[in-house]
T-cell receptor
Framework: GAVVSQHPSRVICKSGTSVKIECRSLDFQATTMFWYRQFPKQSLMLMATSNEGSKATYEQGVEKDKFLINHASLTLSTLTVTSAHPEDSSFYIC?????????????FGPGTRLTVL | AQKITQTQPGMFVQEKEAVTLDCTYDTSDQSYGLFWYKQPSSGEMIFLIYQGSYDEQNATEGRYSLNFQKARKSANLVISASQLGDSAMYFCAMTILTGGGNKLTFGTGTQLKVEL
C-alpha cells in the first residue's frame, strides 16, 4: 500500500507557542490530504480537507485561524497549531487519498502526539 | 449525513479462532464505500479492507473478509485464525462515492484482544 509519513511523531511545547506538523506521501502524489484529531479512546474526528494548490476546507467547529493548513505540493501538507493551549493536546493524524484498485482509499500517517504544557 | 455504529466496545477471542466485529451504517446515498481500519497501540491507522455498495461479492483480503449485507446495512469484519498481533482497535468507516469529497465517517471502534 501507499506510504504516508508524519513528522514529528511526538512534540511537547509550552502554551502560546506554535507547532507545525508535516504530512508527506512518500511514494505517490496526493492531491487531497486529510487532517484528523483523536482524543484518547475515541474515534477520529475530521478537522479539514487539504487540497493541493487551494485553501483547505474545514469541518464545522474547527477554527481555521487556529489550525493553519498548507498543501504546497503534491506530496506535502502541513498543519500548524497556532498559539497552542493545553486543550489542543491530542493525537493528530493525517491521511492521503490515492486511487487504488478502482476506489479512493485513505492511507494514514503514523500520527503526531502533541502535548501542550 | 451518514452514520457508522459499532456496538461492541471490546471483544475477546482466543488465538486461532475466528472473530466477527460488527458494523452497521446509515445513509440515504446509493453509492458508498465501506472500509475497515486497524489501529494498534502505536497509533497508526492501517487499511484492511474495502467494500463498495455495488460490489456483489463480499470483499476478502487474506485473513480478513467483509460480510456485507446491504439490505440490513451491515458490514461486519471477520478475522479468521486470530493472531496475537491482531490485538488492536478496529474502526469501520464509510465514504460517499459521488460528491462526498472522499471524506470518511468513522465508527467509535472496537477494541479486540486476542488471548492465548
Amino acid at each position: 500500500g501507499a506510504v504516508v509519513s508524519q513528522h514529528p511523531s511526538r512534540v511537547i511545547c509550552k502554551s502560546g507557542t506554535s507547532v507545525k506538523i508535516e504530512c508527506r506521501s512518500l511514494d505517490f502524489q496526493a492531491t487531497t490530504m486529510f487532517w484528523y484529531r483523536q482524543f484518547p479512546k475515541q474515534s477520529l474526528m475530521l478537522m479539514a480537507t487539504s487540497n493541493e494548490g487551494s485553501k483547505a476546507t474545514y469541518e464545522q467547529g474547527v477554527e481555521k485561524d487556529k489550525f493553519l493548513i498548507n498543501h504546497a505540493s503534491l506530496t506535502l501538507s502541513t498543519l500548524t497549531v497556532t498559539s497552542a493551549h493545553p486543550e489542543d493536546s491530542s493525537f493528530y493524524i493525517c491521511s492521503a487519498s490515492v486511487r487504488d484498485r478502482g476506489q479512493d482509499t485513505q492511507y494514514f500517517g503514523p500520527g503526531t502526539r502533541l502535548t501542550v504544557l | 449525513a451518514q452514520k457508522i455504529t459499532q456496538t461492541q466496545p471490546g471483544m475477546f477471542v482466543q488465538e486461532k479462532e475466528a472473530v466477527t466485529l460488527d458494523c452497521t451504517y446509515d445513509t440515504s446515498d446509493q453509492s458508498y464505500g465501506l472500509f475497515w481500519y486497524k489501529q494498534p497501540s502505536s497509533g497508526e491507522m492501517i487499511f484492511l479492507i474495502y467494500q463498495g455498495s455495488y460490489d456483489e461479492q463480499n470483499a476478502t483480503e487474506g485473513r480478513y473478509s467483509l460480510n456485507f449485507q446491504k439490505a440490513r446495512k451491515s458490514a461486519n469484519l471477520v478475522i479468521s485464525a486470530s493472531q496475537l498481533g491482531d490485538s488492536a482497535m478496529y474502526f469501520c468507516a464509510m465514504t460517499i462515492l459521488t460528491g462526498g469529497g472522499n471524506k470518511l465517517t468513522f465508527g467509535t471502534g472496537t477494541q479486540l484482544k486476542v488471548e492465548l
